[in-house]
């Protein structure tokens, strides 16, 4: 029989049960997260027996460990158990997909009506609701996973719910005058730039995400795995501001060449993408200055923090690329350029970059590093060919295509006014 300890456990695992103790396995006597952990271990492999680390409790708190036979790889079981709760995790986190579905064309309808400030007092408000939530039921209670997903679907129907009020109530200043069934009118047109859209910015978001996926599939992933979820969280709270320039490029530039104001598109642009980039830079200094210390912020175990600023490097240029891609995309979305973009993106992420990817962490040995550097290399293609697209474009044409899609789709309502 091999003993896989309680210190490997607490080292190396991640927390899954919500624990108000520091680590997975390191629990009160009797907490609801101890219980499930030895319940779900029965069920996924019924020959396991949790106990004592040293056969008695010290203090009020008790390690959990497992015993399992010999011919059972301890990085094996370990990936069970993660695969459970995710999968877990994501049946509950289903509700949050409706959710979406809801609030990005409530956010883009409020955008061009420059509702920006009605839209962060909400997201501000809900944000200290969810923070409230979060202790109540995963601390507090002791939901766990199930407590954050809870509390991740109330908080982004709250935001639906209240930015839907707000529509409904002040009719966004004569922007909204009620439902109508000119909303149809040449819906064809409107669902074939709408799925442009979808499938350009998807094959964006899945990009990175892949990157988790595959390398769960290296040898012994857990600590990689671990390693490039903390990256990705670092590198999803920057992208927040990138986000942002691309919500107000792509609207900025659809209004101004629905205007005619191809100069003022272009100017925005330029000044948009400057700052950004600006931004991108500053970032990426402080990745780089922090390595050693804010993998801490995310975990305590130290093969975990090592592994994470080995990764230090690529996590800043990722986030310098993604601080001019995203706005480049905006710009796409507001010129209309969403299937342009979507043949652009399969070819540099899904042709080039993913199997540079693999090919490189797999064939070649680099692991991790590997993978992630296949996958900038894409991203790095991909923003280039961009900027190209953009420095080629003459606005003027976009602009007299802009004026002649209006008078197409807003002609109807125009002479109706």
């Not at 301890?74 to 409706?98: C, N, R, S, T, Y």
């Not at 919500?247 to 060449?257: D, F, Q």
């Not at 891609?325 to 507001?334: I, R, T």
Request: aromatic letters at 12%; proline letters at 2%; a positive charge.
């Amino acid at each position: 029989m091999e003993d896989c300890g309680p210190g490997y456990l607490h080292r190396h695992m991640p927390v899954l049960l919500g624990c108000s103790h520091s680590g997975l396995f390191r629990v009160r006597r009797g907490c609801r997260a101890s219980r499930r952990l030895r319940r779900e271990l029965r069920h996924r492999r019924p020959g396991f027996r949790c106990h004592a680390g040293n056969g008695e409790c010290t203090g009020d708190a008790v390690w959990a460990s497992i015993r399992c036979g010999a011919d059972q790889d301890v990085g094996d079981i370990h990936a069970e158990i993660v695969d459970h709760f995710a999968g877990k995790f994501a049946l509950w986190m289903l509700p949050q997909l409706f959710a979406y579905a809801l609030n990005f064309p409530i956010q883009k309808f409020l955008q061009a009506q420059r509702k920006v400030f009605v839209m962060a007092w909400i997201s501000a408000v809900v944000l200290v609701l969810h923070a409230v939530f979060s202790w109540l039921l995963i601390l507090k209670l002791g939901w766990g996973l199930t407590g954050a997903a809870v509390t991740l679907n109330i908080s982004w129907w709250l935001i639906v719910i209240a930015q839907l009020l707000y529509i409904f109530i002040t009719k966004s200043d004569g922007a909204w005058s009620g439902f109508s069934w000119l909303a149809f009118a040449d819906l064809f047109g409107f669902v074939k730039l709408s799925l442009a859209s979808a499938v350009m910015l998807c094959l964006e978001f899945w990009y990175l995400m892949v990157l988790v996926v595959i390398t769960g599939r290296l040898k012994n992933p857990l600590i990689p795995v671990d390693a490039i979820s903390i990256c990705m969280n670092i590198n999803g709270w920057d992208a927040m501001i990138a986000i942002g320039f691309n919500a107000a490029i792509s609207v900025r530039v659809s209004n101004e060449l629905g205007a005619g104001n191809a100069k003022i598109a272009k100017f925005a642009v330029v000044v948009v993408s400057v700052t950004s980039v600006a931004i991108g830079v500053v970032c990426l200094a402080v990745v780089l200055t922090t390595r050693d210390y804010f993998p801490y912020l995310f975990t305590s175990s130290e093969a975990v923090a090592k592994e994470t600023t080995q990764l230090a490097l690529l996590l800043g240029i990722t986030v310098l690329l993604n601080s001019l891609q995203p706005v480049l995309s905006g710009v796409a979305v507001g010129a209309g350029w969403q299937a342009l973009v979507a043949y652009i993106n399969i070819g540099c992420y899904y042709i080039v970059g993913l199997p540079a990817g693999i090919l490189l962490g797999f064939t070649f040995g680099f692991g991790v590093e590997g993978i992630w550097s296949g996958m900038i290399g894409g991203i790095a293609l991909q923003t280039l060919i961009l900027i190209v697209v953009v420095s080629l474009t003459n606005w003027n044409k976009e602009a007299d295509e802009a004026e002649s899609r209006v008078q197409k789709w807003g002609g109807g309502v125009a002479a109706q006014d």
